[in-house]
């Protein structure tokens, strides 16, 4: 309940509509060890499991001791963040008697940073905007007015950006207060007992999963589109009786474009597809990501090295729980889901306002597309897994831009075929409501590569772009919409699960007469 109070405030006072509407955010408490003990409700596996390891970045730089009544923290470091320099990170302590007892952290994608801006077109860290090490941000709760500046001077919107980083200290604040009135509520003077009690029984629990299956190595690999070629995800997964070991031997090498990942966001969304399938219902902490050990070789797409370019690591990233899949369907066949559409379909878009051509504005709509079939029912139709983060209302972004949504709907057809069916993807049409051009930032994946059924379930429809006229649109990288163009984007569907022919006449008809299927 605290955790989740803690990320409520952040929504409700964000400014960014990817915050405030999307909820791509992550909150959690954790022990002055720096483990985590407890995560919001809201917020992306992304954000939370990597936020999960970034605390102990931050005591590394700041030990305990060292920490004072009102001091706030904050980076955006990716490789000790959440991936790329859009995640601002905030861990604040908490003090009990001048005793820290506890440490609150949070996590918000801001609305730019600088730099080339979301897209794929940077080749270092270095073009892809501010990079705010580990630092004490505040000192009684007053920030640092020489770094506030350097931010305001470094981002196209600063006002956006600085209410989002002050969300981001208020949802702590609130988040501490209180985890100090439970702990007088229930006479604690620290967490220390409570603190072992989650993260023992968790690994317990997750360690009494793993126990019922079988021993063994699975392996499966994945091709995805990339930029410049193709790329494979190779995926070995190892059950043992103390844990699981996913690796990523043999996949593709970094790549001189903004898709590459950190270490912390190949862990993060590769232990969240585990836990999707082993032991879901078990509370997400660090007792329950210890028994999963995730690597991958240095100098990989999933391990880039600084100063590897990693803008839109999520492009990459959100595929993992996918690899994941491919092995643990063979270990649990009747508890994986098809492969879906995974890397968000996010629209980006700046240009002019009509009516003040000096005034600039940024778009940041998140979408998706399919879901994949699950066990027993029908793939999610436009849906965000594994990110979790909503669609964004096309009348928020018609507010804060001179944008108009001409046609969202559902994409007949684009779902797998099979005994359950995939999700469905959507149709939008975008354009200037006057005769204004605007950039359009693509960052797709499935265009070339759809998501594949399983157990004999059809492919997903491939994902594709393209202007009114016709002219084709790239996949990842920035396409400039000429005046009175606009933009049609078809999102991929899911991949279908099991044997068409077994699909139940009734629900066929049901998919026709809904308009899924035309055929």
Sequence with gaps: AVVQEQATTLVRSAFSTSTREAGDLSAGVFDPQGRMLAQSITGTPGHVN????????????????????????????????????????VVTPVFLEDVVVALFACTSHVVDIGGVGFSATSREIFHEGLQLPIMRFAVDEVFDQNVVKII?????????????????????????????????????????????????????????EISRLPSGTWHSQMRVDGVDEPLDIVTELVIED?????????????????????????????????????????????????VIQVSAPLGCILNAPRPAAVNIRHVMGQMLPDAVYGCLSQVLPDKVPAEGTSSLWNLLASGAWDDQPNKQFMMMSFNSGGAGARPGQDGLSATAFPSGVKNMPVEIN??????????????????????????????????????????????????????????????????????????????????????????????????????????????????????????
């Excluded at 600085?162 to 100090?180: H, K, P, Q, T, W």
């Excluded at 969240?272 to 210890?290: H, K, M, Q, T, W």
């Excluded at 960052?443 to 772009?465: D, K, P, W």
């Excluded at 920035?478 to 006449?505: C, K, S």
Aim: charge should be negative; charged fraction near 20%; glycine fraction near 14%.
């Design 152 to 208: 305001e001077s470094n981002v196209r919107d600063g006002v956006q950006v600085m209410g989002d980083i002050y969300s981001l200290a208020a949802c702590n604040r609130v988040g501490a207060a209180r985890l100090l009135d439970m702990m007088q509520e229930y006479q604690l003077t620290d967490l220390d007992e409570l603190g072992r009690h989650i993260i023992d029984t968790s690994k317990t629990a997750m360690l009494a």
């Design 398 to 519: 018609e507010v804060v831009s001179p944008l108009v949504f001409w046609r969202k709907e559902l994409r007949p057809d684009s779902g797998g075929d099979g005994e359950f069916r995939g999700g469905l993807g959507q149709v939008v049409e975008l354009g200037h409501r006057t005769d204004g051009e605007f950039v359009f930032s693509a960052t797709f994946e499935r265009v070339r590569y759809a998501a594949r059924g399983r157990q004999g379930g059809g492919n997903g429809s491939n994902g594709h772009l393209e202007l009114d006229d016709g002219t084709p649109v790239a996949a990842k990288g920035n396409t400039t919409v000429p005046p009175g163009r606009r933009l049609r984007i078809e999102f991929p569907g899911g991949g279908g699960l099991g044997d068409p022919l077994n699909r139940q006449a009734q629900a066929r008809s049901k998919d026709k007469r809904l308009g899924y299927v035309t055929d």
């Design 50 to 89: 990597s936020m999960a390891a970034s605390v102990g970045h931050f005591l590394a730089e700041f030990p305990v001791q060292t920490m004072r009544p009102g001091d706030i923290y904050l980076t955006n470091d990716p490789w000790k963040g959440t991936g790329h320099l859009f995640d601002v990170v």
């Design 242 to 290: 103390d844990g699981i070991i996913v690796r990523f031997d043999g996949t593709s090498s970094v790549q001189p474009h903004g898709i590459n990942v950190p270490m912390s966001y190949t862990d993060a969304y590769t232990s969240f597809g585990v836990r999707c399938i082993i032991g879901p219902n078990i509370p997400n902490n660090a007792g329950s990501l210890e």
